[in-house]
């Protein structure tokens, strides 16, 4: 669960209008174990539009996950700048919700609690909090697992609790880094399909991590290709299959599905196969 703005009400959807995020020349380096340099990501510059959803896919460590710690502000560029809604990132953006592979909740409270934590320090009363967070957990399917701990729930049921606590302050950026990707793939199907629902009501602008071509061509308007490390935009591909799309396992056999998918594979194959080489190469 990521920050918020403070000033703005956490209460009915849309109230939020969603940024633009602008990403220009980012370059981050970072000092190995050993004292060297290791250069993560290079002059990566991408636009995301207002209330669009970008994919980003690319070979294992090709700095992807880098890229969204620099939208966020959690981490610092060593060259180049991020804009979230014209203004320079410089410390953690406002407005934002981050949603990672692993759960990210609090083990000892309540799904409740959880899903209460975002609208609590924002200032909202806890009265209004517990209804806010009792209404999402309504939209993600979770209505009478209020009381539950997040260990008495199934993968699928702990992810829709992040979900319900990422979106519940209606974010106007949403950070999501591999957030299906430890699930099997049925639950992942259903996962996809509820987020796009969610989604729908309230288009934040989102920036979806996934090493899942399917996955990236089902849910998002724009797909971005990295290279692989030191990771760099290679192409940028639309989407344009229609809004809204229903049933994620549905979309997956529609033949503009099939052609959009092929034709990005042929991008992001030689990069896979490049950062498969190299990793092979520093094993052997």
Not at 43 to 49: F, K, M
Request: hydrophobic share 40%; charged share 25%.
């Amino acid at each position: 669960m990521g920050e918020h703005r403070p000033q703005e009400s956490a209460g009915s959807p849309g109230t939020v209008a969603p940024a633009r995020i602008d990403i220009v020349g980012l370059t981050k380096r970072f000092l190995t174990p050993k004292g060297e340099t290791f250069t993560a990501i290079r002059d990566v510059s991408l636009t995301v539009e207002p209330g669009e959803f970008c994919a980003i896919v690319g070979p294992t460590g090709c700095g992807k996950s880098t890229t969204l710690a620099q939208v966020s502000g959690l981490e610092h560029p060593s060259a180049g700048s991020v804009s979230v809604g014209g203004r320079l990132v410089d410390g953690v953006t406002n407005g934002v919700s981050y949603m990672f592979q692993s759960d990210s909740l609090f083990p000892w409270k309540t799904v409740l609690a959880n899903v209460m934590m975002g609208p609590i320090l924002l200032g909202t009363p806890k009265k209004e909090a517990t209804e806010l967070a009792m209404d999402w957990l309504r939209r993600v399917g979770l209505t009478g697992f209020e009381d539950r701990y997040p260990h008495q729930l199934s993968g699928g049921m702990r992810k829709r609790v992040s979900m319900a606590a990422a979106l519940i302050n209606n974010p106007r950026i949403l950070l999501m880094d591999e957030p299906f990707g430890a699930l099997d793939v049925q639950t992942k199907a259903i996962m996809q399909t509820e987020l796009l629902q969610l989604w729908e009501d309230l288009r934040p602008s989102v920036l979806f991590i996934t090493h899942d071509l399917d996955e990236a061509v089902a849910l998002a308007d724009k797909v971005v290709i990295m290279t692989s490390s030191p990771g760099t935009v290679k192409d940028v591909f639309d989407v344009d299959l229609p809004r809204p799309r229903g049933d994620v396992q549905q979309i997956r056999h529609e033949e503009r599905f099939l052609e959009i998918q092929g034709r990005i594979w042929e991008s992001l194959r030689d990069e896979v196969t490049r950062a498969y080489q190299q990793t092979a190469g520093a094993a052997a």
